[in-house]
């Protein structure tokens, strides 16, 4: 099973620029970028979690926010920990398992025994790209606001 997945976005190319090496600005600048930074991941974070599909409250329940500090600056991630979340973020097409072993399929019920599991197509049901896609216009106006604010 997949340990993580990375859901991507499209944010403009000078947003990417500015947010990929925060370094290079003054410190007052790098404050207002990590100030941005810390809100929007927060607020990625909160949609995804009210946007997953709440059947027992694991998987919303195993969704993370995290910050690291790089060379490049602080970086903030919003993870779901659960090892089926790729599967209800993208879904699954259908398929046939067909057993090595005889006894692979094996029902409980003595002498009979499957031929066959077929595994029905499950349907995606997105949590993570909608909750980034509705914080995207606001966190490309205050990144910019965040870089020209002395100019």
């Known amino acids: 099973m997949a340990k993580s997945f990375w859901v991507s976005t499209n944010i403009t190319a000078e947003v990417k620029k500015a947010l990929g090496d925060i370094t290079k600005y003054d410190a007052a600048?790098?404050?207002?970028?990590?100030?941005?930074?810390?809100?929007?991941?927060?607020?990625?974070?909160?949609?995804?979690?009210?946007?997953?599909?709440?059947?027992?409250?694991?998987?919303?329940?195993?969704?993370?926010?995290?910050?690291?500090?790089?060379?490049?600056?602080?970086?903030?991630?919003v993870k779901a920990m659960d090892h089926i979340a790729h599967i209800i973020e993208f879904g699954a097409a259908g398929?046939?398992?067909?057993?090595?072993?005889?006894?692979?399929?094996?029902?409980?019920?003595?002498?009979?025994?499957?031929?066959?599991?077929?595994?029905?197509?499950?349907?995606?049901?997105?949590?993570?790209?909608?909750?980034?896609?509705?914080v995207r216009p606001e966190l490309e106006r205050a990144v910019k606001e965040a870089v020209g604010h002395d100019k």
């Open 29 to 77: 600048t790098r404050q207002r970028l990590d100030g941005v930074i810390r809100d929007m991941t927060g607020r990625v974070f909160e949609g995804a979690v009210s946007r997953v599909p709440k059947k027992t409250g694991k998987l919303a329940g195993s969704i993370k926010q995290e910050f690291r500090t790089t060379p490049h600056g602080l970086q903030g991630y």
């Open 95 to 134: 398929s046939v398992v067909i057993p090595t072993r005889k006894k692979a399929l094996h029902p409980g019920a003595e002498g009979w025994f499957a031929a066959h599991a077929i595994i029905p197509q499950r349907a995606a049901h997105p949590f993570m790209k909608p909750a980034m896609d509705a």
